[in-house]
Structures are given as C-alpha cells and as structure tokens.
C-alpha cells in the first residue's frame, strides 16, 4: 500500500533566519495571504486535506492565516516560533521557542496542537533531548528526521524511511513520519518538496512517487511565488535553491495531486497499526 502525505510549512517568503540572520521581518513586503489562498484553492478543487506546520511568528503577526487553514478544515501543526535551526539552542531554548509556538496557534484554532516539524530538519543525533522536549509538551507527531546525512545534521541512523515508533530516554514515545528520499549518485535528495521539487522535471517526480510506498511532501507558499523579492544576501548556492523553477512549480503540484492520492497527517496515523510497525530506541549522545 502506498501512502502519500501532504504536508505544508507555512511561513512567509523571508521567514528564513538562519540563512539570512536577519529578524527584522516586519520591514518585509507581506506576501503570505495570497500564497495560502492559492493552495487552499488548490486542495478544495481536489478534494484534498493536508497538514500546515506554521510558525509561532506568524500565528502573533498575521493570526487571520492559521484561521483561514483551520476553517477550511485542514490539519495544524508548529513549525517552531521563528525559524530558527534546533542545533542553535539549548534544551530549556528550545522548549521555550516551541512552546510559545504551540501556544500561539492553540490559541487561535482552539484545539491542542499535536505535529511539529524543525526547522531545516535540524532534529539529528545530537539533539535527541529535542524529541524529548516535544513528548514533554504534549506531541504525538513528530517530521522533523532526514534519515540520511543532510546539510544541517540529518538522523542517519534511523534507516529506511517511514512510520515509527520513538523510544525516547526520557521513557516517552513519539510517532515518527521522516522525510523520504531518493540516492542519486550516492547523494541523498529529497524529491518530494523544496528547492528539489522545482529543480526536477515532472516526469521524473513522478516516477519517483510511483516506486516509493511512503512519501512525505512539503511544500511552502514560496515555492509557487515566481513574483517573490530576492534575498540579495544569500549565498550563491542557497540563491539557487530558493529561487529556480518558481515560474513552473505551481503546474507541477497540479499534476501531482491529479496523478496521486494524498492525505494529512492524521489521516496517515490512523491507517497505521501501531503495533506492527518498527519501534526504534534513541539514545541521546549528547546533554544541552
């Protein structure tokens, strides 16, 4: 059984600190309400429920955004409060960003929020004690692992991509949904949202989805945003990740939900048996 699911990180084209360093994001140009209204178009056209992972920030800022994805039935997660990589806190740091967060969005859809995903998916061996702090304050869910080196850390141990189960050294256990790849040329790449999803032709993501029982997207308001301003600052490298193949994307995402079925994060969880499926102990090698 394939099991494809649709998730979204909401934040705005310049909500990206640890690139740019800079925090002074109400002198930006707002572009977010026309980019959530054009993908909850999008999935109210197909039929489709998916699962946002929104910053803090923007639920204090622009809290008219959360509202509109949660009345139009869709499922809420956090996406920590502003965008910061989990390796530049600590522990306590970091229960204080994302508690903050998960706040702020409860706050405005009244109901308890249960998902989250890092920044950068910066959640790696190193910081085993954030999946920690995450049980603690009540998740159940957690997307934050690329299962394979990455360039903020990736969680290589974890092995195959899919659905599990966290055993944390805490004695709490979180449900895993990793990040799902694709080795090409002995580099692992992520097909299924970001920077490569708008590089690949269509033909070739297709392909991909159709040869793999579990993929989890994610995409961002960004990513069909060819009118977005340029962060003039960023690296060469991170410019061409962040800007190539906007004009085409959104024709892209089109295509994908007309050729596959997708559902939230919820949904996915309850198809699973959670009995049956791998259980994974994770020691914490280091202390914050």
């Known amino acids: 059984m394939q099991m494809n699911i649709l998730t979204f990180d909401i934040e705005d084209w310049y909500n990206c600190d640890f690139i740019t360093q800079d925090y002074n994001w109400d002198q930006y140009e707002v572009r977010i309400y026309d980019g959530i209204e054009r993908i909850l178009e999008k999935l109210e056209q197909h039929k489709l429920k998916g699962t946002f992972f929104c910053l803090g920030w923007l ?109 944390l050294p805490n004695g709490f256990v979180i449900k895993e949904f990793p990040i799902n790849i694709q080795t090409v040329l002995g580099k692992s790449l992520v097909f299924s949202g970001g920077g490569f999803f708008r590089l690949f032709p269509y033909w070739l993501i297709r392909f991909w989805t159709n040869r793999s029982p579990y993929v989890m997207t994610y995409f961002h ?26 004009k085409h994307a959104f024709t892209k995402f089109h295509h994908l939900l007309s050729d596959f079925d997708f559902i939230d994060l919820e949904q996915a969880a309850k198809l699973i048996d959670w009995g049956k499926v791998r259980t994974i102990t994770v020691d914490s090698t280091v202390e914050n």
């Not at 859809?109 to 603690?136: D, H, K, Q």
């Not at 991170?238 to 193949?245: D, H, P």
């Open 221 to 246: 308001p960004r990513d069909f945003d060819p009118g977005q301003p340029m962060i003039k600052s960023l690296p060469l490298m991170r410019k061409f990740k962040s800007y190539v193949g906007l």
């Open 59 to 167: 639920a204090e800022k622009h809290p008219d955004v959360i509202l509109k994805i949660h009345d139009r039935g869709h499922h809420i997660g956090c996406h920590s409060y502003q965008h910061e990589l989990v390796s530049r806190f600590n522990r306590e740091e970091f229960k204080q960003d994302t508690e903050k967060a998960k706040k702020l969005i409860e706050d405005i859809t009244g109901l308890a929020i249960n998902a989250y995903r890092a920044p950068g998916f910066s959640i790696t061996e190193n910081n085993v004690w954030a999946l920690e702090v995450l049980a603690e304050l009540g998740f159940e869910y957690d997307c934050s692992l690329f299962p394979a080196e990455h360039d903020y850390g990736g969680f290589a141990s974890y092995g195959e991509a899919g659905p599990a189960k966290l055993m």
